[in-house]
């Protein structure tokens, strides 16, 4: 069974860092792609980010770009997300998702495209 589960969301000043993780359980973290998504309230869920954990390729959205690193630690199964100068916009409840295909790029925001989804963690970005 495919399990993720996000961690690390808090309350952050504007400006601020914060890291997520998502960890994986189920499968093996070394053929997939691994999304990164968010909703803000009384918004529609979009894509953050993404990685191919076969080859490292990354993709961000234009909204996080030069701002976010998507990292994985294939032997500790888990996939982090280090978001820099954050803003209040950033505001949202991220998830991480599990995509059986190993390719990480523009297209990969597709939701119905991935497998399995965590919980989400809650990000606030307020002074």
């Known amino acids: 069974q495919l399990q993720l589960m996000e961690s690390g969301g808090d309350l952050v000043q504007p400006g601020g860092s914060l890291r997520l993780s998502c960890a994986t359980s189920?499968?093996?973290?070394?053929?997939?792609?691994i999304g990164w998504f968010r909703q803000a309230p009384g918004k529609e869920r979009e894509g953050v980010g993404c990685i191919s954990t076969r080859n490292g390729n990354t993709y961000y959205a234009d909204s996080v770009k030069g701002r976010v690193t998507i990292s994985t630690d294939n032997a500790e199964n888990t996939v982090s997300l280090q978001m820099n100068n954050l803003k209040p916009e950033d505001t949202a409840v991220y998830y991480c998702?599990?995509?059986?295909?190993?390719?990480?790029?523009?297209?990969?925001?597709?939701?119905?495209?991935?497998?399995?989804w965590g919980q989400g963690t809650q990000v606030t970005v307020s002074s």
């Open positions: 189920g499968f093996t973290l070394d053929y997939y792609t």
């Open positions: 998702a599990v995509d059986l295909l190993p390719f990480c790029d523009s297209d990969s925001f597709r939701e119905a495209e991935y497998e399995s």
